[in-house]
């Protein structure tokens, strides 16, 4: 029989395998995992961004005091720009000026 587990289980599972210094295939053997669901769940966490550097995602809030304000100077002219962020998982924020 099967055992489910949460994303919190699978995020401390993955930890443990690369602390281990093991290769997927034997941590999952002595675990009685089968290696197919532990490369899904590892890739899953990874691409939620859950499982960065063998660390949790952040759960810090955003505040008013982490944007940055943009503008020029009174006297001149501002000069357009682009600015493209490349947020991952086919995610762009981008922003004109003209």
């Not at 990874?46 to 009174?74: F, N, Q, Y």
Request: aromatic residues 8%; proline residues 4%; contains cysteine.
């Amino acid at each position: 029989m099967n055992k489910r587990r949460s994303k919190n289980e699978w995020q401390r599972l993955i930890e443990e395998q690369a602390a281990s210094g093991l290769t997927q295939k034997v941590f999952c053997a002595q675990s009685g995992i089968a290696v197919a669901t532990f490369g899904y769940w590892k890739r899953k966490l990874r691409d939620e961004g859950a499982c960065h550097a063998g660390k949790p995602m952040s759960t810090r809030s955003v505040s008013l005091d982490d944007w940055i304000e943009l503008s020029a100077p009174a006297a001149e002219p501002a000069p357009g720009w682009h600015i493209e962020l490349d947020l991952g998982n086919g995610l762009c924020l981008r922003l004109h000026r003209g």
